[in-house]
């Protein structure tokens, strides 16, 4: 079976870093994915990474390590709008996500 | 700007009904998907189509089935509605495989309360 494990809970502030730890052990890998979803609302798309190294997307970065199972994303200047839920997906095949649990991050002022 | 709708925020259901869930996507996907989400367990996949009329399983397939007539449309059936099935449940739609980094699009959700 797939196994995609992050932190439950995850509490910063304002104008801080935080980083989001993901590993995965998946019967296949095509590539990772970091969606953000916040309360009662849908998951939105953050970042995608397929080969090793570090992707920058203006406050938000990931990184993805394929020989250890790993990827962060690593959230800069932290602001309250950025209190969410944080997914980690991994995609297996050609169509499958499987999802981690979810990372709630708390911004407090 | 890729819209996937769906039919209902919030639905309540007694149990044994039968009990549809539509999803529509507006940017003509080849793929659907529906999820649940519950508290601690994340996203779990459903069913997904990659094609109207095909269907295939995800992980907990067991009490549901699913309807994919129209390209756009994309239906989650629960034939006999449970207590268990109370949940949040989440529609998404994406481009086929060689399409970019083909991430899937996500409709608002449904919450289901079975009594």
């Known amino acids: 079976g797939q196994n995609i494990d992050q932190p439950t809970e995850m509490t910063a502030t304002e104008g801080a870093i935080v980083q989001i730890n993901c590993t995965y052990q998946?019967?296949?890998?095509?590539?990772l994915f970091w969606y953000q979803q916040h309360a009662g609302e849908a998951p939105t798309f953050l970042s995608y990474n397929v080969l090793d190294g570090l992707e920058e997307k203006g406050r938000f970065s990931s990184f993805l390590s394929r020989s250890k199972g790993y990827s962060y994303l690593l959230l800069k200047e932290l602001q309250m709008k950025d209190s969410a839920s944080y997914l980690c997906?991994?995609?297996?095949?050609?169509?499958?996500?499987?999802f981690g649990a979810g990372t709630t991050v708390t911004v407090r002022a | 700007d890729v819209k996937v709708t769906q039919s209902s925020r919030y639905l309540v259901k007694r149990t044994g009904e039968k009990v549809f869930l539509e999803c529509v996507q507006d940017m003509d996907h080849e793929n659907m998907f529906w999820y649940r989400q519950d508290p601690g367990l994340g996203l779990r996949l459903i069913y997904f189509s990659y094609d109207v009329k095909m269907k295939e399983k995800g992980d907990i397939p067991e009490g549901y089935s699913v309807s994919r007539e129209k390209k756009e449309r994309f239906s989650l059936i629960l034939e006999s509605a449970s207590t268990s099935q109370t949940s949040m449940y989440l529609c998404?739609?994406?481009?086929?495989?060689?399409?970019?980094?083909?991430?899937?699009?996500f409709g608002p959700g449904t919450r289901l309360t079975v009594t």
């Open positions: 998404a739609s994406s481009l086929s495989p060689g399409d970019s980094s083909y991430e899937q699009y």
């Open positions: 997906a991994v995609r297996d095949g050609d169509y499958k996500l499987s």
């Open positions: 998946t019967s296949g890998f095509n590539g």
